[in-house]
């Protein structure tokens, strides 16, 4: 089974979660996609849900698949968000924005009952830190932001679009790519990355995944709690 298959295995796994009346967290990236796509054929086959995007890329999917969308100010609650992962390890700490989505990402999984994470077998990691953490800065001073990020024990690298210029995200801001190699206290980082000035959010979500689904190569899934 190809990782390809994995990522889809894995995400409508997830979609058995979804019951009708219920207001929907809508992850980004290729597995989060599968989920979409499943959730478009069940909505089409007559389940009645309302969902949010966490992405202008997965708004538009969801949109092409017929899922009825609402807006953020219609909900006070989500009851559940599917979403994939970079990487996560075995107390469901996890790596995100991969995609440029980490923002709305971390936004949406804060407001809904229970996060599912959905990855292939490649994303479980026994400490997080070799995929590079994104993290979103704004534009203004973002050089004296990378400084400080720096200074945290990384090389930085800012995303850059890809013919050329920087990457900028649906919300305005740039992505800096935080090489640590190893981050053995996630929740340090997560704070003392938080508080510098210029930051916006970073990939680090740590206590939000209630369940991560993981497709394995045999075609089966793992699910981890
Ligand atoms: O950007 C994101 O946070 C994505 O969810 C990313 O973490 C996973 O993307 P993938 O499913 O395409 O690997």
């Known amino acids: 089974v190809s ?7 894995a ?3 997830a979609t058995k979660y979804v019951q009708a009346g219920m207001k929907i967290g809508l992850g980004t990236g290729s597995t989060a996609y599968y989920a979409i796509l499943k959730i478009g054929e069940m909505v089409r086959d007559g389940l009645s849900i309302q969902a949010v995007a966490t992405s ?5 999917l969801a949109v092409e698949q017929g899922i009825p969308l609402i807006p953020l100010r219609e909900v006070d ?12 390890d075995d107390q469901l700490r996890l790596i995100k ?19 599912v994470i959905v990855a292939d077998d490649t994303k479980t990691v026994t400490q997080l830190g070799a995929f590079p953490l994104p993290v979103e800065i704004v534009p203004f001073a973002y050089e004296w932001t990378i400084q400080s990020l720096t200074q945290l024990g990384c090389t930085v690298q800012i995303r850059h679009k890809p013919d050329k210029g920087f990457y900028v995200t649906d919300n305005g801001n740039y992505i800096a790519d935080c090489k640590f190699q190893q981050i053995p206290q996630p929740e340090e980082l997560s704070s003392r ?4 000035p210029g ?15 993981i497709g394995c190569q045999d075609g089966t899934v793992r699910i981890l709690h």
């Open 3 to 9: 990782e390809y298959n994995m990522k889809k295995i």
């Open 97 to 115: 924005g991969g995609g440029g989505a980490l923002l709305r990402e971390k936004i949406t999984a804060f407001h809904s009952e229970r996060l």
């Open 193 to 196: 990355i938080g508080s510098l």
């Open 56 to 60: 202008e890329a997965s708004e538009k």
């Open 77 to 88: 609650r989500l009851d559940l968000t599917i979403d994939g992962a970079d990487e996560l």
């Open 199 to 213: 930051v916006v959010e970073h990939g680090l979500f740590i206590g939000m995944a209630d369940q991560a689904i």
């Open 11 to 13: 995400a409508e796994h």
